[in-house]
T-cell receptor, first 114, second 113 residues
Framework: EDQVTQSPEALRLQEGESSSLNCSYT??????LFWYRQDPGKGPEFLFT???AGEEKEKERLKATLTKKESFLHITAPKPEDSATYLC???????????????FGQGTILTVHP | EAQVTQNPRYLITVTGKKLTVTCSQN?????MSWYRQDPGLGLRQIYY???????DKGDVPEGYKVSRKEKRNFPLILESPSPNQTSLYFC????????????FGPGTRLLVL
């Protein structure tokens, strides 16, 4: 069974204080790992897809990295508008229609104080 | 505007009264999926559909039904809702599923009394 665990559950930062969110996963062959951002009362919004260990992707103050067991979302010099819940999800490499299955972690609630 | 729409956005019902939550996308996506989100449990996949007339169970399909008769629509049916189905529901779509970006709807908040 695919499993995704995110830590910490909640993270409070001061504006400009860089940090990282962790996503540990167990999957029988990784097809892709996704990061989403979710604002209160809204649906998740796509940030990144990572496919293989060693891959990195960046977008503004966010940088996602991937190893064979975990992914990190690094936030550099965060601003209050970065406050949101960050979700990690994995898709296993399987046959047939099984690659439509997506497993999410429970999310990390990030709060950035001015 | 490319989007995924859900209706209703908020619903209060009673145990056992059948209900349907509609989901529609205007992006000609083949893949659609339903999730529920509960505090501390994150998003859990209920059902997904790779294409018209093709549906598969996710991690928590019990108590739910789906149908995909048209490409753009993917309704979620609760034949006999129970209080443990009180949750926030999201519909999502992507071009073909797989590792492609999923676009999420705004969510439907359901309360079953």
């Amino acid at each position: 069974e695919d499993q995704v665990t995110q830590s910490p559950e909640a993270l409070r930062l001061q504006e400009g204080e860089s940090s990282s969110l962790n996503c540990s996963y167990t999957v029988s062959g990784l097809r892709g790992l996704f990061w989403y951002r979710q604002d209160p009362g809204k649906g998740p919004e796509f940030l990144f897809t990572l496919y293989s260990a060693g891959e990195e992707k960046e977008k503004e103050r966010l940088k996602a990295t991937l190893t064979k067991k975990e992914s990190f979302l690094h936030i550099t010099a965060p601003k209050p508008e970065d406050s949101a819940t960050y979700l990690c999800a994995v898709q296993a490499s399987g046959g047939g229609t099984s690659y439509g299955k997506l497993t999410f972690g429970q999310g990390t609630i990030l709060t950035v104080h001015p | 505007e490319a989007q995924v729409t859900q209706n209703p956005r908020y619903l209060i019902t009673v145990t056992g009264k059948k209900l349907t939550v509609t989901c529609s996308q205007n992006m000609n996506h083949e893949y659609m999926s339903w999730y529920r989100q509960d505090p501390g449990l994150g998003l859990r996949q209920i059902y997904y559909s790779m294409n018209v007339e093709v549906t598969d169970k996710g991690d928590v399909p019990e108590g739910y039904k789906v149908s995909r008769k048209e490409k753009r629509n993917f309704p979620l049916i609760l034949e006999s809702p129970s209080p443990n189905q009180t949750s926030l529901y999201f519909c999502a779509s992507s071009f073909r599923g797989g590792v492609e970006t999923q676009y999420f709807g705004p969510g439907t908040r359901l309360l079953v009394l």
